[in-house]
């Protein structure tokens, strides 16, 4: 909800539209109280396959809510035909200005990305991007273009491939198949340092605040920030670690995140359990039995949630399929 007002203070014509991975909207979620919010719609109404069930089930939670980004872009794209430009932002942003620079390249560029790092030298977070992606897709902008199309077309289905935290595979979730893109796809990458100021930003971007209390990043004004990590403390980490002489704005500036959060009951939403957690007994589907049923890749209509033996059952009779998948447990 923080995100939704940001949003809509600075740019208050955009449509702003929640995708939830849950099998219905929470009632906390009044879009009568939060009118900020123009819809709220659910993956199993998009997501293109034979069961939404034996799909979901293969994901953590945040695997979920990655995989299903590719197809939420193409269902937007589609339904929204008056629309020329789609942004997508993770809930942990916060909007500060308009996005001027933006709205400009994408009347030249259909797809721009922005990258973890700007500058080199940070070599402990050159080596997390290798690991990680080259570009944070917390955000995404593009353009109604039929190179979008062919994108939109390709990511969906290698995020339906493989949308998984699996880095030893080379893959983490759906930001290391961003990667290829530039030399698939015509992308621009917006190097601006207003647009996703974030805990990896902070060894080659400075804030800092004018007289009128606007805050910009090395001088150019910040567009949104990406409060990545903030709730286990990432962020008051990296400050200490890579911003220390500037460390009394970001904690102000943090703070003033934190009370937005509070005030837009983020707590609240944070104590809602995730449908697709636990099995129809209430029992937490572990992460193994996850593993097992995405190795079997196997879509027959059952329902995986009905049974916390079931993905289990399956794979004893594939013991080729149980050694792959203990050994990606393992690794």
């Not at 922005?114 to 991007?129: C, K, R, V």
């Not at 805990?199 to 920030?225: A, C, Q």
């Not at 007994?281 to 329902?303: C, M, T, Y």
């Not at 149980?322 to 050994?327: K, S, T, W, Y």
Request: proline share 4%; net charge negative; aromatic share 14%.
């Amino acid at each position: 909800m923080n995100l939704a007002t940001s949003l809509k203070q600075v740019m208050p014509k955009s449509i702003f539209i929640i995708a939830l991975v849950e099998e219905e909207v929470p009632v906390e979620l009044d879009l009568d109280k939060y009118k900020a919010v123009d819809q709220v719609i659910l993956a199993k109404n998009f997501i293109e396959t034979g069961s939404f069930n034996s799909w979901v089930f293969r994901y953590s939670v945040v695997e979920a809510s990655t995989a299903i980004k590719g197809q939420l872009l193409s269902y937007l794209y589609q339904r929204f035909v008056e629309s020329d430009q789609f942004i997508y932002l993770d809930p942990d942003t916060f909007v500060y200005s308009r996005f001027d620079e933006l709205f400009d390249e994408l009347q030249n560029t259909p797809i721009v990305v922005t990258p973890h790092l700007g500058e080199p030298g940070n070599l402990e977070m050159e080596i997390s991007s290798l690991k990680h992606g080259v570009f944070n897709l917390g955000f995404l902008a593009l353009a109604r273009d039929v190179e979008t199309e062919k994108f939109l077309a390709w990511w969906s289905d290698r995020l339906d491939f493989a949308c998984y935290e699996d880095i030893p595979n080379g893959i983490f979730t759906d930001q290391k198949w961003i990667n290829l893109a530039p030399g698939f796809f015509s992308v621009r990458v917006l190097r601006h340092p207003g647009y996703n100021f974030a805990t990896w930003s902070l060894m080659d971007r400075k804030l800092s605040i004018n007289k009128v209390g606007k805050y910009h990043v090395n001088d150019e004004p910040l567009r949104f920030t990406h409060f990545s990590g903030f709730d286990n403390g990432t962020f008051h980490v990296c400050v200490e670690r890579w911003a220390k002489e500037n460390s009394e704005l970001l904690l102000q500036f943090a703070e003033e995140y934190r009370l937005g959060c509070i005030n837009h009951q983020a707590e609240l939403f944070k104590k809602i359990p995730w449908s697709y957690g636990t099995y129809e007994s209430g029992k937490v589907v572990s992460r193994w039995a996850r593993i097992l049923w995405r190795e079997i890749r196997r879509d027959d209509g059952r329902d995986p949630f009905k049974s916390s033996d079931l993905a289990l059952s399956y794979v004893a009779f594939h013991p080729s399929r149980l050694r792959a998948a203990l050994h990606k447990l393992l690794s």
